[in-house]
Protein backbone atom coordinates (compact mmCIF):
# COMPACT_ATOMS: atom_id res chain seq x y z
CA UNK A 1 0.00 0.00 0.00
CA UNK A 2 1.01 3.21 -0.70
CA UNK A 3 -0.95 6.47 0.79
CA UNK A 4 -0.64 10.02 -1.49
CA UNK A 5 -0.67 13.32 0.65
CA UNK A 6 -4.23 13.53 0.83
CA UNK A 7 -4.32 10.00 2.96
CA UNK A 8 -5.54 8.02 0.29
CA UNK A 9 -4.27 4.73 -0.21
CA UNK A 10 -3.38 3.01 -3.66
CA UNK A 11 -2.37 -0.61 -4.28
CA UNK A 12 1.15 0.14 -5.55
CA UNK A 13 1.24 -2.71 -8.72
CA UNK A 14 4.52 -1.41 -10.10
CA UNK A 15 6.47 -1.81 -6.68
CA UNK A 16 7.28 1.87 -6.89
CA UNK A 17 9.50 1.52 -10.32
CA UNK A 18 9.85 -2.22 -10.58
CA UNK A 19 12.00 -2.24 -7.67
CA UNK A 20 10.12 -3.17 -3.92
CA UNK A 21 9.91 -6.41 -3.66
CA UNK A 22 9.87 -7.20 -0.06
CA UNK A 23 7.33 -3.99 0.11
CA UNK A 24 7.53 -0.74 1.98
CA UNK A 25 8.45 0.47 5.73
CA UNK A 26 10.13 -2.87 6.86
CA UNK A 27 11.42 -1.95 9.90
CA UNK A 28 13.91 -4.56 10.31
CA UNK A 29 15.45 -3.03 7.11
CA UNK A 30 15.52 0.70 8.91
CA UNK A 31 17.42 -1.34 11.50
CA UNK A 32 20.08 -2.70 9.50
CA UNK A 33 20.69 0.65 7.95
CA UNK A 34 21.04 2.18 11.49
CA UNK A 35 23.47 -0.18 12.91
CA UNK A 36 25.59 -0.59 10.04
CA UNK A 37 25.99 3.28 9.67
CA UNK A 38 26.84 3.15 13.43
CA UNK A 39 29.19 0.56 12.60
CA UNK A 40 30.74 2.03 9.67
CA UNK A 41 29.00 4.69 7.84
CA UNK A 42 30.78 4.87 4.36
CA UNK A 43 34.70 3.94 3.43
CA UNK A 44 35.66 3.14 -0.18
CA UNK A 45 36.33 -0.07 -1.81
CA UNK A 46 39.06 0.73 -4.15
CA UNK A 47 42.33 -1.53 -3.82
CA UNK A 48 43.47 -2.36 -1.13
CA UNK A 49 39.98 -1.60 1.09
CA UNK A 50 37.26 -3.94 1.74
CA UNK A 51 34.74 -4.16 4.02
CA UNK A 52 33.05 -7.50 5.89
CA UNK A 53 29.56 -6.50 4.02
CA UNK A 54 30.53 -6.06 0.76
CA UNK A 55 32.61 -9.12 0.43
CA UNK A 56 29.94 -11.11 1.80
CA UNK A 57 27.37 -10.07 0.12
CA UNK A 58 29.09 -10.78 -3.41
CA UNK A 59 29.91 -14.02 -1.85
CA UNK A 60 25.90 -14.87 -1.80
CA UNK A 61 24.97 -12.95 -5.65
CA UNK A 62 27.40 -15.78 -6.84
CA UNK A 63 26.09 -18.39 -4.77
CA UNK A 64 22.44 -17.58 -6.25
CA UNK A 65 23.60 -17.08 -9.66
CA UNK A 66 23.81 -19.53 -12.34
CA UNK A 67 27.57 -18.89 -12.18
CA UNK A 68 29.93 -21.40 -10.73
CA UNK A 69 32.85 -18.92 -10.66
CA UNK A 70 32.24 -15.06 -10.81
CA UNK A 71 32.72 -11.89 -9.25
CA UNK A 72 31.04 -9.29 -8.42
CA UNK A 73 31.27 -5.50 -9.21
CA UNK A 74 29.08 -3.10 -7.22
CA UNK A 75 27.65 0.35 -8.37
CA UNK A 76 24.96 2.59 -6.76
CA UNK A 77 22.34 2.35 -10.30
CA UNK A 78 21.41 0.39 -12.92
CA UNK A 79 22.64 2.95 -15.21
CA UNK A 80 25.97 2.41 -13.74
CA UNK A 81 26.03 -1.22 -13.90
CA UNK A 82 25.39 -1.09 -17.42
CA UNK A 83 28.12 1.24 -18.21
CA UNK A 84 30.49 -1.47 -16.34
CA UNK A 85 29.13 -4.34 -17.75
CA UNK A 86 29.31 -2.39 -21.86
CA UNK A 87 33.26 -1.49 -20.65
CA UNK A 88 33.90 -4.77 -18.75
CA UNK A 89 33.07 -6.21 -22.10
CA UNK A 90 35.19 -4.35 -24.87
CA UNK A 91 38.15 -4.24 -22.18
CA UNK A 92 38.14 -8.15 -21.70
CA UNK A 93 38.03 -8.98 -24.53
CA UNK A 94 41.18 -6.53 -25.33
CA UNK A 95 42.77 -8.67 -22.34
CA UNK A 96 42.14 -12.03 -24.28
CA UNK A 97 43.97 -11.10 -27.11
CA UNK A 98 41.33 -9.45 -29.62
CA UNK A 99 41.11 -5.78 -29.55
CA UNK A 100 39.22 -6.16 -32.31
CA UNK A 101 36.21 -6.96 -30.71
CA UNK A 102 34.72 -3.74 -29.99
CA UNK A 103 30.94 -3.53 -30.89
CA UNK A 104 27.85 -3.97 -28.67
CA UNK A 105 24.68 -5.61 -30.42
CA UNK A 106 21.51 -4.70 -28.55
CA UNK A 107 17.68 -5.31 -29.20
CA UNK A 108 14.99 -2.54 -30.28
CA UNK A 109 12.86 -2.21 -27.44
CA UNK A 110 15.56 -2.95 -24.73
CA UNK A 111 16.09 -0.44 -22.18
CA UNK A 112 19.47 -0.14 -20.04
CA UNK A 113 19.31 3.06 -18.21
CA UNK A 114 19.95 6.69 -18.78
CA UNK A 115 24.49 7.00 -18.84
CA UNK A 116 26.05 7.41 -22.24
CA UNK A 117 26.84 3.59 -22.49
CA UNK A 118 23.18 2.86 -21.66
CA UNK A 119 21.76 5.69 -23.70
CA UNK A 120 23.87 4.57 -26.45
CA UNK A 121 22.43 0.66 -26.28
CA UNK A 122 18.64 1.85 -26.07
CA UNK A 123 15.73 0.20 -28.21
CA UNK A 124 13.51 2.87 -27.34
CA UNK A 125 14.51 5.44 -30.31
CA UNK A 126 12.92 8.05 -28.55
CA UNK A 127 15.06 7.82 -25.67
CA UNK A 128 18.58 8.15 -27.71
CA UNK A 129 17.38 11.17 -29.66
CA UNK A 130 18.90 14.51 -28.99
CA UNK A 131 21.99 13.06 -27.29
CA UNK A 132 24.31 12.87 -29.55
CA UNK A 133 27.13 12.05 -30.46
CA UNK A 134 26.43 8.31 -28.31
CA UNK A 135 29.31 6.08 -27.58
CA UNK A 136 30.36 4.42 -31.17
CA UNK A 137 30.40 0.57 -32.11
CA UNK A 138 26.99 -0.13 -31.20
CA UNK A 139 24.33 -2.09 -33.50
CA UNK A 140 20.53 -2.14 -32.41
CA UNK A 141 18.60 -5.04 -34.19
CA UNK A 142 14.92 -6.28 -34.51
CA UNK A 143 13.98 -6.92 -31.40
CA UNK A 144 12.62 -10.96 -31.69
CA UNK A 145 14.23 -11.97 -35.04
CA UNK A 146 16.55 -14.65 -34.69
CA UNK A 147 17.68 -14.50 -38.79
CA UNK A 148 17.81 -10.42 -38.02
CA UNK A 149 20.43 -11.31 -35.61
CA UNK A 150 22.23 -13.85 -37.28
CA UNK A 151 22.77 -11.79 -39.86
CA UNK A 152 24.25 -8.81 -37.98
CA UNK A 153 27.34 -11.77 -36.58
CA UNK A 154 27.53 -12.74 -40.03
CA UNK A 155 28.37 -9.51 -41.12
CA UNK A 156 30.67 -8.47 -37.58
CA UNK A 157 30.98 -11.50 -35.90
CA UNK A 158 34.38 -10.77 -36.01
CA UNK A 159 34.44 -7.29 -34.20
CA UNK A 160 31.25 -7.71 -31.91
CA UNK A 161 32.08 -7.91 -28.36
CA UNK A 162 29.10 -8.84 -26.64
CA UNK A 163 25.20 -8.55 -26.53
CA UNK A 164 23.68 -7.19 -24.04
CA UNK A 165 19.60 -7.92 -23.64
CA UNK A 166 17.26 -8.13 -20.89
CA UNK A 167 15.79 -11.14 -20.48
CA UNK A 168 12.44 -10.14 -20.54
CA UNK A 169 12.18 -6.51 -21.70
CA UNK A 170 10.54 -4.66 -19.13
CA UNK A 171 10.56 -0.59 -19.92
CA UNK A 172 9.29 -1.12 -23.25
CA UNK A 173 6.21 -2.88 -21.75
CA UNK A 174 7.11 -6.20 -20.85
CA UNK A 175 8.01 -8.72 -23.94
CA UNK A 176 9.43 -11.98 -22.64
CA UNK A 177 11.58 -13.52 -25.04
CA UNK A 178 10.22 -15.74 -28.28
CA UNK A 179 10.55 -19.41 -27.16
CA UNK A 180 14.63 -20.53 -27.94
CA UNK A 181 15.58 -16.50 -28.62
CA UNK A 182 17.67 -16.72 -25.84
CA UNK A 183 19.55 -20.12 -26.24
CA UNK A 184 19.94 -18.98 -30.00
CA UNK A 185 21.63 -16.12 -28.68
CA UNK A 186 24.03 -18.00 -26.28
CA UNK A 187 24.33 -20.42 -29.16
CA UNK A 188 25.65 -17.50 -31.60
CA UNK A 189 27.82 -15.75 -28.96
CA UNK A 190 29.77 -18.85 -28.38
CA UNK A 191 30.48 -19.32 -32.29
CA UNK A 192 31.56 -15.86 -32.30
CA UNK A 193 33.63 -15.22 -29.09
CA UNK A 194 31.26 -12.74 -28.20
CA UNK A 195 30.21 -12.52 -24.55
CA UNK A 196 26.15 -12.73 -23.29
CA UNK A 197 25.22 -10.10 -21.22
CA UNK A 198 21.98 -10.53 -19.52
CA UNK A 199 20.73 -6.77 -17.85
CA UNK A 200 18.92 -7.99 -15.07
CA UNK A 201 18.29 -4.54 -13.45
CA UNK A 202 14.23 -6.05 -13.65
CA UNK A 203 14.27 -9.48 -13.52
CA UNK A 204 16.81 -9.93 -11.27
CA UNK A 205 16.57 -10.88 -7.49
CA UNK A 206 13.40 -13.08 -7.74
CA UNK A 207 11.39 -11.20 -9.82
CA UNK A 208 10.41 -14.65 -12.44
CA UNK A 209 10.33 -17.05 -9.34
CA UNK A 210 14.12 -17.63 -9.64
CA UNK A 211 16.75 -15.61 -8.82
CA UNK A 212 17.89 -14.63 -12.12
CA UNK A 213 16.26 -14.43 -15.32
CA UNK A 214 19.13 -16.58 -16.61
CA UNK A 215 17.81 -19.60 -14.47
CA UNK A 216 14.24 -18.93 -15.48
CA UNK A 217 15.19 -19.65 -19.22
CA UNK A 218 18.15 -21.78 -18.93
CA UNK A 219 20.23 -20.04 -20.33
CA UNK A 220 23.73 -18.55 -18.94
CA UNK A 221 25.23 -15.32 -19.54
CA UNK A 222 28.72 -14.29 -19.76
CA UNK A 223 27.28 -11.14 -17.28
CA UNK A 224 24.11 -10.36 -15.29
CA UNK A 225 23.82 -6.34 -14.48
CA UNK A 226 21.22 -6.17 -11.20
CA UNK A 227 20.17 -3.22 -9.53
CA UNK A 228 16.34 -3.00 -8.43
CA UNK A 229 15.34 -5.56 -6.10
CA UNK A 230 19.10 -6.00 -4.47
CA UNK A 231 17.42 -3.61 -2.27
CA UNK A 232 13.87 -3.32 -2.68
CA UNK A 233 15.49 0.48 -3.28
CA UNK A 234 15.79 1.05 0.51
CA UNK A 235 18.89 2.45 -0.73
CA UNK A 236 20.88 2.55 -3.70
CA UNK A 237 22.71 -0.24 -4.95
CA UNK A 238 23.46 -2.09 -8.59
CA UNK A 239 26.38 -4.60 -9.89
CA UNK A 240 27.88 -6.65 -12.44
CA UNK A 241 28.41 -10.40 -12.03
CA UNK A 242 30.93 -11.28 -13.81
CA UNK A 243 31.35 -14.96 -15.08
CA UNK A 244 34.07 -16.99 -15.73
CA UNK A 245 34.65 -16.35 -19.12
CA UNK A 246 34.78 -12.19 -18.65
CA UNK A 247 36.60 -12.66 -15.47
CA UNK A 248 39.24 -15.34 -16.89
CA UNK A 249 39.83 -11.87 -20.04
CA UNK A 250 40.23 -9.99 -17.17
CA UNK A 251 42.87 -11.60 -15.50
CA UNK A 252 44.53 -12.95 -18.23
CA UNK A 253 47.43 -10.72 -18.07
CA UNK A 254 48.84 -10.03 -14.82
CA UNK A 255 49.85 -6.29 -14.65
CA UNK A 256 46.44 -5.70 -15.60
CA UNK A 257 44.72 -3.09 -13.13
CA UNK A 258 40.71 -2.45 -13.65
CA UNK A 259 40.47 1.13 -14.17
CA UNK A 260 36.79 2.01 -13.29
CA UNK A 261 34.87 1.84 -10.35
CA UNK A 262 32.33 4.53 -8.56
CA UNK A 263 32.54 6.18 -5.22
CA UNK A 264 29.90 4.12 -3.83
CA UNK A 265 30.98 1.30 -4.90
CA UNK A 266 30.74 -2.08 -2.38
CA UNK A 267 28.86 0.71 -0.10
CA UNK A 268 28.37 -1.10 3.35
CA UNK A 269 25.21 0.07 4.27
CA UNK A 270 23.39 -0.66 0.95
CA UNK A 271 25.55 -4.41 0.76
CA UNK A 272 23.85 -4.81 4.43
CA UNK A 273 20.69 -3.74 3.49
CA UNK A 274 20.83 -6.19 0.21
CA UNK A 275 21.90 -9.01 2.64
CA UNK A 276 19.01 -8.39 4.82
CA UNK A 277 16.57 -8.48 1.98
CA UNK A 278 17.80 -11.36 0.28
CA UNK A 279 17.19 -12.98 3.75
CA UNK A 280 13.49 -11.48 3.89
CA UNK A 281 12.87 -12.97 0.53
CA UNK A 282 14.38 -16.47 1.17
CA UNK A 283 12.40 -16.24 4.80
CA UNK A 284 8.97 -15.26 3.40
CA UNK A 285 9.47 -17.49 0.18
CA UNK A 286 8.59 -14.91 -2.34
CA UNK A 287 10.34 -15.89 -4.95
CA UNK A 288 7.30 -18.98 -4.52
CA UNK A 289 5.26 -16.13 -4.33
CA UNK A 290 6.14 -14.59 -7.21
CA UNK A 291 5.22 -17.91 -9.13
CA UNK A 292 1.93 -18.04 -7.21
CA UNK A 293 1.18 -13.91 -8.35
CA UNK A 294 2.03 -14.81 -12.03
CA UNK A 295 -0.79 -17.76 -11.95
CA UNK A 296 -3.13 -15.05 -10.27
CA UNK A 297 -2.40 -12.27 -12.52
CA UNK A 298 -2.10 -14.12 -15.60
CA UNK A 299 -5.28 -15.54 -15.59
CA UNK A 300 -6.91 -12.53 -14.76
CA UNK A 301 -5.53 -10.31 -17.41
CA UNK A 302 -6.40 -13.42 -19.82
CA UNK A 303 -9.73 -13.44 -19.05
CA UNK A 304 -9.77 -9.20 -19.31
CA UNK A 305 -8.37 -10.54 -22.71
CA UNK A 306 -11.08 -12.96 -23.41
CA UNK A 307 -13.81 -10.28 -22.76
CA UNK A 308 -11.80 -8.07 -25.01
CA UNK A 309 -11.06 -5.18 -22.96
CA UNK A 310 -7.32 -5.76 -23.83
CA UNK A 311 -5.79 -6.98 -26.65
CA UNK A 312 -2.54 -8.43 -25.50
CA UNK A 313 -1.47 -10.09 -22.52
CA UNK A 314 2.80 -10.91 -21.74
CA UNK A 315 4.16 -11.88 -18.65
CA UNK A 316 6.13 -13.83 -16.42
CA UNK A 317 5.95 -14.46 -12.65
CA UNK A 318 5.40 -10.81 -11.17
CA UNK A 319 5.98 -8.92 -14.09
CA UNK A 320 3.86 -8.23 -16.67
CA UNK A 321 2.49 -6.04 -19.51
CA UNK A 322 -0.73 -5.60 -20.95
CA UNK A 323 -1.92 -3.50 -24.40
CA UNK A 324 -4.94 -2.40 -24.72
CA UNK A 325 -7.76 -1.06 -27.66
CA UNK A 326 -7.19 2.12 -29.22
CA UNK A 327 -7.79 4.79 -29.19
CA UNK A 328 -6.93 4.97 -25.80
CA UNK A 329 -5.94 8.38 -23.48
CA UNK A 330 -3.04 6.55 -21.47
CA UNK A 331 -3.35 9.16 -18.93
CA UNK A 332 -6.25 9.06 -18.70
CA UNK A 333 -6.55 5.61 -17.85
CA UNK A 334 -3.84 5.58 -15.51
CA UNK A 335 -5.63 8.59 -13.82
CA UNK A 336 -8.80 6.50 -13.52
CA UNK A 337 -6.97 3.43 -12.13
CA UNK A 338 -5.57 6.07 -9.57
CA UNK A 339 -9.11 7.01 -8.69
CA UNK A 340 -10.04 3.26 -8.41
CA UNK A 341 -6.55 2.91 -5.79
CA UNK A 342 -4.58 1.23 -8.22
CA UNK A 343 -1.43 2.11 -9.58
CA UNK A 344 -0.11 0.52 -12.68
CA UNK A 345 2.72 2.68 -15.31
CA UNK A 346 1.49 3.78 -18.39
CA UNK A 347 3.44 2.99 -21.43
CA UNK A 348 2.90 4.44 -24.99
CA UNK A 349 1.60 3.78 -27.46
CA UNK A 350 -0.55 1.39 -25.74
CA UNK A 351 0.28 -0.46 -23.13
CA UNK A 352 0.37 -1.02 -19.00
CA UNK A 353 2.90 -2.87 -17.03
CA UNK A 354 2.42 -4.38 -13.33
CA UNK A 355 5.74 -5.45 -11.24
CA UNK A 356 3.92 -5.64 -7.40
CA UNK A 357 5.54 -6.32 -4.79
CA UNK A 358 5.99 -9.71 -4.14
CA UNK A 359 4.20 -9.56 -0.97
CA UNK A 360 1.13 -8.46 -2.41
CA UNK A 361 -1.99 -10.35 -1.43
CA UNK A 362 -4.63 -12.70 -3.30
CA UNK A 363 -7.28 -9.70 -2.24
CA UNK A 364 -5.35 -6.98 -3.72
CA UNK A 365 -4.40 -8.49 -6.57
CA UNK A 366 -8.53 -9.40 -7.32
CA UNK A 367 -8.36 -5.54 -6.54
CA UNK A 368 -6.23 -4.84 -9.27
CA UNK A 369 -8.36 -6.87 -11.60
CA UNK A 370 -11.25 -5.83 -10.65
CA UNK A 371 -9.95 -2.22 -11.16
CA UNK A 372 -8.99 -2.73 -14.60
CA UNK A 373 -12.35 -4.45 -15.83
CA UNK A 374 -14.00 -1.20 -14.59
CA UNK A 375 -11.83 1.31 -15.87
CA UNK A 376 -11.36 -0.46 -19.29
CA UNK A 377 -14.85 -1.41 -19.21
CA UNK A 378 -16.27 1.64 -18.75
CA UNK A 379 -13.48 2.70 -22.28
CA UNK A 380 -14.93 0.39 -24.52
C1 LIG B 1 16.66 -3.27 -17.61
C2 LIG B 1 17.11 -1.98 -17.02
N1 LIG B 1 18.39 -1.63 -17.10
C3 LIG B 1 18.87 -0.50 -16.55
C4 LIG B 1 18.01 0.37 -15.91
C5 LIG B 1 18.55 1.64 -15.33
O1 LIG B 1 18.53 1.61 -13.94
P1 LIG B 1 18.65 2.98 -13.10
O2 LIG B 1 17.42 3.76 -13.37
O3 LIG B 1 18.79 2.50 -11.68
O4 LIG B 1 19.89 3.68 -13.57
C6 LIG B 1 16.66 0.06 -15.79
C7 LIG B 1 15.73 0.96 -15.09
O5 LIG B 1 14.54 0.80 -15.11
C8 LIG B 1 16.19 -1.14 -16.37
O6 LIG B 1 14.89 -1.48 -16.32
New binding site residues.
Given amino acids: MIVDDQGREYIDAMAS??YANVGFGREEIADVIAEQTRRLGAFHTFDPFTNPQSEELAAKIVDLSPFERARVFFGS??????DTAMKLARIAQREAGRPEKHIIVSRER??????YG?TSVQGIAPNRDGWGPLVPGIINVVADDDEAMKRIFAEHGDEIAAVIT?PIQ??AGVWPPPEGYLSHLRDLCDTYGAYLIF????TGFGRTGRWFGAQFYGVTPDMI?F??AVTSGYV?L?GVIVGPAVVDGLEANEGFILRTGYTYSGHPAACAVALKCIEIQERESLLERAVAIGELLGAGLRALKDDGMVTDVRGEGGVWGITVPDPVNLVATRDALLDEGVNLRPIPPNHFSMCPPLVITDGQIDSILAALRKVLGAAE
Avoid: F, M, Q, R
Fill in positions: LWSGSEAVGYHGTNGEGADEVITAKPS
